[in-house]
């Protein structure tokens, strides 16, 4: 039967009569729309009717989709892409009688080429879909089946030399999988097109003489196969599987265009092959990265910490508190007080330098209180003169002065039912101070501008950097506010208190920083850390975040120590510490005048005399800590290391950083 746009007959002279693209149909049709048991033409009495098996496409009968129809003379079907006309034999006058009817089969377009075109654009998208690797390969090959027209398809993996290739998938023509796949295939034929590296076509394999000694041939009853190689990915090394099609039933079932569609369907398995490579060597990778970044973090992590009690990193902060990073006794403090002071509803009154992370405190005590579910409202004091810091806490009506053209909610309103912070309450004028007074002890505000008063439940918390005491000593700062925002204490400690913080804080800020500015975070070196620890940080953990976000913008991989600002290269030491270090260059300069007198005119000798006394007196004023020593000496600690050697004041070839006297507890860090 000739498809490609010619028409031929079919008698219907059986009980039965199958369509389909399947070897076992009487009427077989090639268009890809159609199934492989598409519908069944069978008696019905003494006429004929026509039932879909399931189809994929639908029939369609005299332009209506049905599953079950009775045939009459005349009537058009319609699968997929082709057309069925019934007609009458000629000299027949009825076409119920059960005289032979004849059956005229017309394809229109597409054309068979056509729809193998469109077939082979569907399985070239599905190789750069990003689908499963297998799912890809079992599509492809059941497409080969469907283009090739083959009953049996194989996929196999070459295998180590000497051995059969694995089968991979085996599937049959009805979309199955082929039961024990690896004794229904011709290993003998897939191992000489691995091993040569070039397709096969026969037309009958019992009868062709390269399979004369393959057992497997005639066992499995094999006439026309269609075997090509899968190429490496190069090109150049050899094969890595194949894909077989073979047909059971008919001889010279395969010709040179299906040599051809075998073969690109060949090279699209090995695209999805090196697909899924790239795929797993990516995946690898990952992997190994993830695990790199693991131990990066755990080791980071062991830098910045110092052994418990029992010889484990102490933890950084309470889970509970996120946002506070700290385990120096100050804040360990700190949180054995926040824990005390969460559970109430008493107002808080926290002191602490600027740039201590009041306000994280404050939040701590909203977040985790009773209160959490609702409003958190901060504000200023210093940042507002009276006139516009009234109007922000109790609100002001509409014409209470010149721009208020609208009512609006003051602070202390919004806050009701949850938190009120003031910052640098200390700073609030002794007016403000009365009226905030008048709202904390009768629990209402009245607006600016205002005739009504407005009932307000918040809970204080109260900051500042000064001392409250002193300004109410000096009249600066009512008595009977600070007995009111006093009712709890917290002291937040400044970053100098907590020096061995600073290695936690740093990485903490570090990886904030590059992740607001979509930078890779830079390491700190323990050079840098050393530097960091040294310093005093007037301006606290505020100092230190601007630093390092200095340091997500200017440094690359690595932080170096000249990159850091100037103030923290020179520690820039307060005035208790200058004169400290000034009394110790006084004495260290006497005793050298002292040495130089008694050496008598020996130069060399009354240098490094002089040296080796100024070293051990720097390590004595600083209970052996090298880094420190070397810091106020003026060299760095590798020199320092080795003028320890040279003048004996430590073992030879110690260079593991050990204090040379005393005991040092911190590389860089007081402990």
Known sequence: MEEQGARSVVRLADNAVGVGRALDNEIRLASAKVSRHHCRIERDGDGWVVVDLGSANGLVVNGTRTRRSRLV?????????ARLSLVPDEGEGAFASRDEIGLRTALGEPSEAEERLARLTELVRATGSGRNSLEVQRELLDAGLELLGAERGFLLQAGPPNEPPRVVLARLFDGSDVPVPSLRVSQGIAQLVLRKGEPILSVDARRDERFGEMSSVEDLRLRSVLC?????????????????????????HFDALGLRLAGLLAELV???????????RVAGRDAEVAALRSQVTALEEE????????????????RR???????????????????????CELPVLIHGESGTGKELIARAVHNLGPRAKQPFVSENCAALPDSLLESELFGHVRGAFTGADRAKKGLCELAS?????????????????KKLLRVLQEGVVRPVGGDQNIEVDLRLVAASHRNLVDLVQRGLFREDLYYRVNVLELTVPPLRERREDVPLLARELLARAARETGRPRPLLSHDVLEVLCLYDW????????????????????????????QAIRERHPGP???????????????????????????????VAEFERRAIVDALERHAGNKSRAAVELGITRFALQRKLEKYGLVAPGDTDGEPATGDESADGADA
């Open 538 to 565: 007037p301006g606290n953990v505020r100092e230190l975040e601007n630093e390092m976000r200095r340091m997500v913008v200017l440094a690359g991989d690595r932080v170096r120590v000249e990159q850091l600002s």
């Open 303 to 318: 830098l910045g910490r110092a052994p418990g009690p029992d010889g484990r990193p102490e933890a950084t902060a309470p």
């Open 321 to 343: 508190f996120p946002g506070l990073v700290g385990r120096a006794p100050a804040m360990l403090k700190l949180y054995e007080q926040l824990e005390r002071v969460i559970a």
């Open 270 to 280: 090995g695209l999805v092959l090196v697909e899924a490579d790239r795929r797993e």
């Open 73 to 81: 003379a005349g009537d058009e079907l319609v699968l997929g892409g």
């Open 228 to 252: 090509v190689p899968i190429s490496a990915p190069d090109g150049d090394g050899p094969p890595r599987g194949a894909l077989l099609f073979d047909n059971r039933m008919q001889s010279s």
């Open 417 to 433: 039912g949850g938190t009120l912070f003031l910052d640098e309450i200390g700073d609030m004028s002794a007016e403000m101070q």
């Open 576 to 606: 208790k510490e200058q004169a400290a270090v000034d009394t110790a260059a006084f004495e260290t300069a006497a005793a050298a005048a002292a040495t130089v007198a008694a050496v008598d005119g020996d130069l060399r000798g009354a």
